[in-house]
């Protein structure tokens, strides 16, 4: 017999975490955490997409929504000088 904690799980997994997979996959723009060096040229170029977490990496905070937001982040992409930020088309 399948337990009722059995059944919750197969049920949190597949409406939660699967939904949370489907909606990072989407993302235009990530950082990769490993290889921010904390320079402050992201934020700079693009304070609208990106913002410093505490003590820490650069962060999206907001997906592009127009093309100028995108070039932007495009840019700040490539003067990263570790190419820490990925724009995904």
């Known amino acids: 017999m399948i337990s009722k904690i059995t059944i919750f799980k197969f049920v949190f997994y597949f409406f939660c975490?699967?939904?949370m997979k489907e909606n990072t996959d989407?993302?235009?723009?990530s950082v990769n955490p490993d290889a921010c060096i904390w320079c402050g040229m992201c934020v700079a170029q693009?304070?609208?997409t990106f913002k410093f977490q505490w003590n820490s990496y650069a962060e999206v905070i907001k997906q592009p929504e127009t093309k100028q937001e995108l070039a932007s982040?495009?840019?700040?992409?490539?003067?990263c000088p570790t190419g820490a930020i990925i724009?995904?088309?």
């Open 73 to 79: 982040a495009k840019v700040a992409a490539s003067d």
């Open 17 to 19: 975490i699967k939904k």
């Open 46 to 48: 693009c304070n609208e």
């Open 26 to 29: 989407n993302n235009t723009v």
């Open 87 to 89: 724009v995904k088309d």
